[in-house]
Nanobody, 124 residues
C-alpha cells in the first residue's frame, strides 16, 4: 500500500515562500508521475503541478506558473513544491498523490494514493 505524507505547510505573509514535502512509502518511484493539488474551502480540487520520475518533465497549473517549482529526490523518494511570491489566493489545503491511471496529469481523477494534506495560509 502506497502511503503519501505531506509536510511543510503553515502561515506566511503575502510575498513570502514555503516549501512543501511529500514523502512516499510502500513504493519506490521510478517510472511514475506524481503531483500536487490544492483545495480551498467551497472550491473544487485544483491542479498545481506534476512531475515525471523517469524523464523529469514538469507541468504547472496556470495560476502558479513562474512562482512554484516542483522537484523530486529519487534517493529520498520525496517530492517537493517550492512556493514563492505567495498570494492570499494560494491559501488552501495542499495534497500530493500518484497519477495511477496515467490518463491526464492535470486531472485529479487520474490520481490515487492521496495524502492527508497540509494547510497553507497566506495572509494579506
Amino acid at each position: 500500500q502506497v502511503h503519501m505524507v505531506e509536510s511543510g505547510g503553515g502561515l506566511v505573509q503575502a510575498g513570502g515562500s514555503l516549501r512543501l514535502s511529500c514523502a512516499a512509502s510502500g513504493r519506490t518511484f521510478s517510472n511514475d508521475v506524481t503531483g500536487w493539488f490544492r483545495q480551498a474551502p467551497g472550491k473544487e480540487r485544483e491542479f498545481v503541478a506534476a512531475i515525471s520520475w523517469s524523464s523529469g518533465w514538469t507541468l504547472y497549473g496556470d495560476s502558479v506558473k513562474g512562482r512554484f517549482t516542483i522537484s523530486k529526490d529519487n534517493a529520498k523518494n520525496t517530492m517537493y513544491l517550492q512556493m514563492n511570491s505567495l498570494k492570499p489566493e494560494d491559501t488552501a489545503v495542499y495534497y500530493c498523490a500518484v497519477d495511477r491511471l496515467r490518463v491526464a496529469p492535470s486531472s485529479a481523477a487520474s490520481y490515487d494514493y492521496w495524502g492527508q494534506g497540509t494547510q497553507v495560509t497566506v495572509s494579506s
